[in-house]
């Protein structure tokens, strides 16, 4: 553009000394490298403006891409992976992403939400005439997960076919929440043979297979759902201590305390569990005819280590109310490999609290529930073939709200 401009200098200079319009030639040369500029401006702010818009289009892509990991639980660091990874595939080039979760100003700070932040630093063109210096943009975009619904049981594998099965003679009533699974199996979620199921709704990021009718109070089941994250994936295993207890076979009565069981538990008779965390190193087999009570309870279960409830027992467990196991009674490893948990029971037996085995198959045989009927099932897949009535309003006794089908939205 410098050199542009001399040209015209030299060429109005010589038009003034031969003679031909010298004041003219004169005011143009010295103005023309304005209105050139001026007319670049115009250009260049429309540069200015398209690059914004693809700027701000970019954040909006880059924060709906971290919300899609937030949903399946993934920390901070994998959140950020998968922003940067999405403004890069959209052009960011060397422009700079700072990555929120949640979000550090605005209305969403103490939401579920995820926070990008873009800066880039423009080449002036036509402008450059004015300044060298860079023109500086930035875009912000805020994506906020909504959860739609409550679930009471949710299966986490993202593949299996019939992660959700109810079956036989089961008589199953949800109320107030949803059964949510995973899997993008084309039968997610099967109702078969006799099974009576009534729900809010079955969601699905799969199919849903229905071989007879279902009472819901959405119109249909919602397939090809956006997968619900682990609730309880941030919960921390329980610390194993360095001495071993022992249940006492050869007791037709016994109480047991808090602690780590190296060989299992094999249950028969009355036993009482004393309030507190159980570390199983084996597996927990509840014999026929064993009557089992205990509250404030979690029971976690190490590696692929099972729980075996035999039908004719009586079991009655409850939940902590507070601290960091609050509404969790059984919890599996979640280091654990592929493996199957079966809870039977009598009609007066109750499991009040989360049932939580995020690597293994869940069977559900008993026809009870919790106090109130609060029990909740989240494991990799789930067998219903019991009768029982699920109820979500669980709060007073130390049970959270699990999500399911969630939304995401561009709030900001």
């Known amino acids: 553009m ?21 004041n003219v030639a004169t005011i143009f040369a010295l103005t023309l490298p304005v209105v050139v500029g001026g007319a670049g401006l115009g250009v260049e702010t429309s540069y200015w403006y398209y690059s914004s818009l693809k700027l701000q289009a970019t954040a909006d892509a880059a924060a ?117 699974a995973n899997s993008i199996a084309s039968d997610a979620i099967k109702v078969q043979g006799s099974a009576s199921l009534q729900t809010d709704c079955l969601i699905s990021a799969g199919g849903v297979v229905l071989n007879n009718p279902v009472s819901m109070v959405c119109k249909s089941p919602i397939t090809q759902a956006l997968p619900t994250s682990d609730p309880f994936s941030s919960l921390p295993a329980p610390a194993a201590s360095n001495s071993c207890s022992k249940v006492n076979a050869n007791k037709t009565s016994q109480i047991l305390t808090q602690g780590t069981y190296c060989n299992g538990m094999n249950l028969s008779g009355n036993v009482t569990l004393s309030p507190g965390i159980y570390v199983v190193q084996g597996s927990l087999k509840i014999n026929a005819g064993a009557v089992v009570s205990g509250s404030g ?21 409850s939940a ?79 049970m959270k709200d699990i999500p399911a089908a969630p939304s995401i939205a561009i709030v900001e």
């Open 2 to 22: 410098a050199s542009f401009s001399r040209i015209l200098r030299h060429f109005a200079f010589r038009r003034l000394r031969s003679g031909e319009g010298g």
């Open 64 to 180: 709906y891409a971290g919300a899609l990991e937030k949903i399946q639980g993934s920390d901070t660091a994998t959140i950020t992976t998968a922003a940067t990874q999405s403004a890069t595939d959209n052009g960011l080039g060397t422009g700079t992403i700072v990555v929120h979760t949640p979000p550090t100003s605005g209305p969403n700070t103490a939401n579920k939400a995820v926070e990008v932040i873009l800066n880039q630093n423009l080449d002036r063109v036509f402008t450059s005439i004015f300044s060298q210096s860079k023109v500086p943009e930035q875009a912000r975009a805020v994506a906020l997960i909504t959860d739609a619904s409550k679930a009471c049981n949710v299966a986490l594998s993202q593949s299996a076919s019939q992660a959700v099965l109810y079956s036989g003679s089961t008589t199953v009533k949800q109320n107030g929440c949803v059964t949510m």
């Open 297 to 317: 309870v979690t029971i976690y279960m190490t590696g692929s280590n099972t729980v075996s409830m035999n039908g004719n027992a009586t079991v009655t467990l």
């Open 320 to 398: 902590q109310t507070s601290g960091i196991y609050s509404g969790v009674l059984f919890y599996g490893d979640r280091n654990g490999t592929s493996a199957k948990s079966n809870f039977n029971g009598t009609a007066d037996s109750l499991l009040t609290g989360a049932i939580y085995f995020p690597r293994q198959e869940v069977d559900y045989l008993g026809n009870f529930s919790g106090k109130n009927g609060c029990t909740q099932v989240v494991a990799d897949t789930i067998q219903w073939s019991g009768s029982s009535t699920i109820n979500q309003d669980c709060s007073s006794l130390g």
